[in-house]
């Protein structure tokens, strides 16, 4: 059930990506003959919580203005996001990432990012008049990875604290 607004609004920072998923459980990804594609990345599989909770969310990230791009931002929206904090790159694409969970219970990763549109979020991209409308700002670790997303992120942690908002931090 989607957020009515009167909730205090939670605003996720991060990635947005394809996972791809092996169609049966418990190969490796090399051993996986089909996979199939689900939305993927932190930041924003909390921001889809958030409303299913009945709180209400928001989302600020970079995906590619390309197809999966389009499609994240739309499952976005369908789960009650606000998705006013998006930014579309018309050179990078949006990041792929191959995921399965072996047998032995232990996950494998393969991630194209080379560079990918989260990657490249510059602080001038941000929607910070969001950012300050929220009572909590919910970040990941992805994004302080590489320049300029790190410069961003760190820009919109600065405002989240000076306005007092609360920080959440997720470290995986």
Do not use: W
Request: net charge negative; proline share 5%.
């Amino acid at each position: 059930m989607p957020a009515t607004g009167s909730s205090p609004l939670i605003v996720s920072f991060g990635e947005m990506l394809i996972d791809f998923v092996p169609d049966v459980a418990g190969v490796s990804l090399a051993e996986s003959t089909g996979f199939l594609k689900a939305p993927g990345g932190a930041p924003a599989n909390v921001a889809c919580a958030i409303p299913r909770l009945g709180g209400s969310a928001a989302f600020i990230g970079k995906v590619g203005d390309d197809e999966f791009g389009q499609m994240l931002v739309d499952i976005l929206k369908q789960n009650g996001v606000n998705s006013e904090g998006v930014s579309f790159d018309k050179e990078a694409r949006t990041a792929l990432a191959f995921v399965t969970l072996k047998t032995n219970g232990e996950r494998e990763f393969m991630f194209y990012r080379n560079p990918s549109a989260d990657m490249l979020l510059k602080e001038s991209e941000l929607n910070m008049g969001l950012i300050k409308k929220a009572k909590i700002f919910h970040y990941g670790s992805i994004s302080l990875i590489s320049e300029p997303c790190r410069s961003a992120h760190m820009a919109a942690m600065k405002v989240a604290k000076e306005t007092g908002i609360l920080l959440s931090y997720d470290p995986c």
